[in-house]
Structures are given as structure tokens and as C-alpha cells.
């Protein structure tokens, strides 16, 4: 995902990467943009450094809304497992979305990205509610473990603590 990727390497190469992904030239994207080919040819040479509303202005033509969806912010090993999984609400199905955090400050900015992308509810660890549904406007749910992972995390524990030492 393009939006993604420009936060893990340099914004001129994620949309190198992406143009050619999508064969797409620096004038194609000019076009569906209206943003000059002039300042993209700069922005893709790493000759400029795009401002705000021009990054903005190419991930919505580069990732147009997408719908509807649920925010589901969690570790990334959750977020591999529910990936592509959907839930029927009226009838229509409704796409979850991943949002990769593990610190409190990456959930809260997870939080506040996927209301800004359109998220029509946010799923998040209990920890998190109240502080996120004071941030939102929308609904949010808790990730309720099952009995089972907590034994089970108990157990990785249990196993890493040597035998005859104190736990404390």
C-alpha cells in the first residue's frame, strides 16, 4: 500500500515504486492529479520534498476511498491474521482494516488516521477505549481476549522463569 510505504522509506522512491507498479508515468499522474508535472518531476527526482496537500493530493488519486470499513488497531501479528476478513452489517459486507501499533502513541495516531481515512467504527485493545472515544466521533469496541491466550501467554512465561528462582 502506497500510503504505508512512504512512511518506511523515501516518499521520491515509494512513488517510483508505485508508478512503475501501476505503469503509470509522471504526466498520467500530472493529469489525475492537477498537480503540475514540473513539481512531480522534482518530488520523484528527490530534487523537492513534497508539501502535505501534495503527498495528500497523490495518495487519494493513488488510493482512492475505498468504502466503508472497521479500523482494527493491534499488533501487526493480529492484524496478519484478520487480514481481508469482513463482517455483514445491513446486509453489506464490511471490509476490516488493519492499523499497526505497539506503543499507545502509534494506537492513538493509528486511531486518528483511520477515522480520517473513513473508518465507520474502530476495534482496539481495552486500555485504549475510553482515551480513543474521546478522540473519535465514532463507535469503539474492545478487543476482549479469550481466557485461552491469557493461559497461553502465562505458559511463554512459565517456560522463560528457571527453576528454584524467584519470580519476584
Do not use: W
Request: net charge neutral; with cysteine.
Amino acid at each position: 500500500m502506497f500510503s504505508r510505504r512512504i512512511f518506511e522509506t523515501d516518499f521520491a522512491e515509494a512513488l517510483e515504486e508505485e508508478l512503475k507498479r501501476r505503469d503509470m508515468t509522471i504526466r498520467e499522474l500530472s493529469l489525475k492529479t492537477g498537480i503540475p508535472p514540473a513539481t512531480l518531476y522534482k518530488i520523484a527526482s528527490g530534487e523537492r520534498d513534497p508539501r502535505l496537500s501534495t503527498v495528500r493530493r497523490i495518495v487519494a488519486t493513488l488510493e482512492p476511498h475505498e468504502g466503508r470499513f472497521i479500523a482494527v488497531v493491534a499488533a501487526k501479528f493480529l492484524l496478519d491474521e484478520i487480514e481481508g476478513s469482513e463482517v455483514i452489517i445491513g446486509g453489506r459486507p464490511i471490509r476490516l482494516k488493519g492499523y499497526a501499533a505497539n506503543s499507545i502513541d502509534e494506537c492513538i495516531t493509528a486511531a486518528v488516521e483511520a477515522r480520517r481515512e473513513g473508518a465507520v467504527g474502530i476495534i482496539c485493545a481495552p486500555v485504549l477505549a475510553s482515551i480513543i472515544e474521546r478522540i473519535v466521533d465514532i463507535p469503539v469496541a474492545i478487543l476482549k481476549p479469550e481466557p485461552k491466550t491469557v493461559i497461553d501467554a502465562a505458559q511463554i512465561i512459565a517456560r522463560s522463569i528457571r527453576p528454584g528462582s524467584s519470580p519476584i
